[in-house]
T-cell receptor, first 109, second 116 residues
Framework: GQNIDQPTEMTATEGAIVQINCTYQ??????LFWYQQHAGEAPTFLSY????GLEEKGRFSSFLSRSKGYSYLLLKELQMKDSASYLC??????????FGTGTRLQVFP | EPEVTQTPSHQVTQMGQEVILRCVPI?????FYWYRQILGQKVEFLVS????????KSEIFDDQFSVERPDGSNFTLKIRSTKLEDSAMYFC??????????????FGDGTRLSIL
């Protein structure tokens, strides 16, 4: 079966660092994507991991451990505009994406 | 930056009526997708399309659904006889690559479909 788990909600303070975890159990694995989604808007691509390790992209980093079925998204120097839902999505052998329920992050001043 | 465009942004339809949701994928992309997101729930895969045919479809994509690429730019999703439970945000996405490759799927802003 397919299962992707993320915390439902998180809160953090402006300027802080937050880590959003994602665990997955899928029948195949061909990459993991993180998307940001503001309410009522389209998911926008943040990062991609297919090999174990850390990928860094400015204030955002993403980590993958395939053996543990685990990824996290790290957001540094949080800004108010980072308040959004963060979606973990796994690509299996075919190209469809399987999404988690998303983590709603609220950043407070 | 090129983007996926979807029309209309909001569609209100009576139950039982047919709807067509339209998408213009990014011009050099070859792989096209439809996803839906019921309010408060996760994004769900509906169908993928490549080389003028369906590559894969989910259980949601039953006989009431169809997709078409009528010309070189548009990609449409048709729901033949809408049901109340079809109310959702429908996202079109496109990508350069299918399986493999680091290029992501790019999503349009969605069409909010409301069935009355």
């Amino acid at each position: 079966g397919q299962n992707i788990d993320q915390p439902t909600e998180m809160t953090a303070t402006e300027g802080a660092i937050v880590q959003i975890n994602c665990t997955y159990q899928t029948s195949g694995f061909n990459g993991l994507f993180w998307y940001q989604q503001h309410a009522g808007e389209a998911p926008t691509f943040l990062s991609y991991n297919v090999l174990d390790g850390l990928e860094e992209k400015g204030r955002f980093s993403s980590f993958l451990s395939r053996s543990k079925g685990y990824s996290y998204l790290l957001l540094k120097e949080l800004q108010m505009k980072d308040s959004a839902s963060y979606l973990c999505a796994v690509r299996e052998e075919t190209d469809k994406l399987i999404f988690g329920t998303g983590t709603r992050l609220q950043v407070f001043p | 930056e090129p983007e996926v465009t979807q029309t209309p942004s909001h569609q209100v339809t009576q139950m039982g009526q047919e709807v067509i949701l339209r998408c213009v994928p990014i011009s050099n992309h070859l792989y096209f997708y439809w996803y839906r997101q019921i309010l408060g729930q996760k994004v769900e895969f509906l169908v993928s399309f490549y080389n003028n045919e369906i590559s894969e479809k989910s259980e949601i994509f039953d006989d009431q659904f169809s997709v078409e690429r009528p010309d070189g730019s548009n990609f449409t999703l048709k729901i033949r006889s809408t049901k109340l439970e079809d109310s959702a945000m429908y996202f079109c996405a496109s990508s350069v690559h299918g399986t493999g490759g680091s290029q992501p799927q790019h999503f349009g802003d969605g069409t909010r479909l409301s069935i009355l």
